[in-house]
């Protein structure tokens, strides 16, 4: 029978292994991380689907680097993923070398949340990074003409009095992103006052893009939505 000295001792000694058994269990578990650093796109933006975005990472240890491979979720940084390339040329494997490929983003990516991995293969160990938090990626919507608020294909003083129209009085507006005046992703006066400043005032900043021709939000996640355009059929 153990004594009470060796059954502490016993038990304090189990405790130290403890930790270094779930360290030792993590490091075989877990994929492997810092070697390479990905720079974009890394939480927070917004991409328009079918457009071309560029996925940029660098080196931080270098290895016996044989190629790279990339890929999207739009469930979660753990996964899982979707190939956006596979064995990518190497390049340059010195510290700090940045790497880009120029990804047209499908229309199966649009989600309000979604991460990149880039993986570094070696000659023996992999390594990994992910996006540290998630963009978006959104359908665009109808083109307009910023400004054009009443659809008529003209900016003119018919425009302010139609948002104030809406705002005070029931009208109806065919696209509210073209009367969002000053892209601020709000409708209110503010904008009928930044459209007669422009159309009144010398110098003043014209409306944000789409300006002067159709075009397609550049910032959806501002939007106040479009219904109807006659940019659009």
């Known amino acids: 029978m153990l004594s009470v000295d060796e059954r502490e001792r016993q038990s304090s000694m189990s405790g130290i292994r403890r930790p270094w058994i779930v360290v030792l269990f993590l490091a075989v578990t877990t ?7 990905l720079d974009s796109p890394n ?9 071309t975005i560029p996925i940029s990472w660098h080196i931080t240890i270098t290895h016996d680097l044989q190629n790279w491979d990339l890929w999207y979720s739009t469930v979660g940084s753990g996964g899982p993923w979707t190939p956006i390339a596979m064995d990518l040329a190497a390049g340059s494997s ?10 047209i983003v499908p229309v199966e990516a649009a989600s309000a949340t979604v991460w990149v991995r880039a993986r570094m293969d070696n000659s023996a160990t992999d390594y990994f990074d992910v996006s540290d938090g998630p963009f978006a990626v959104v359908a665009p919507g109808p083109d307009f003409v910023r400004g054009d608020s009443n659809g008529d294909q003209n900016v003119d003083i018919g425009d302010p009095i139609g948002v104030l129209t809406y705002l005070f009085a029931s009208g109806f507006l065919p696209c509210l ?20 400043t ?9 409306p944000p893009a789409p300006f ?14 479009c219904g109807a355009s006659p940019c659009s059929p």
């Open 43 to 51: 939480g927070g933006e917004v991409f328009l689907t079918e457009s």
């Open 31 to 37: 994929p492997l991380f810092s070697h390479i650093t």
């Open 177 to 196: 992103d073209a009367a969002d005046g000053n892209n601020d992703g709000q409708l209110n006066i503010a904008d009928s006052i930044y459209l007669l």
């Open 198 to 206: 422009w159309l009144f005032t010398p110098a003043s900043p014209p």
């Open 94 to 103: 010195a510290v700090g070398s940045v790497h880009t490929y120029d990804w």
């Open 212 to 225: 002067p021709n159709c075009g397609a939000d550049p910032l959806p996640p501002d939007s106040v939505g």
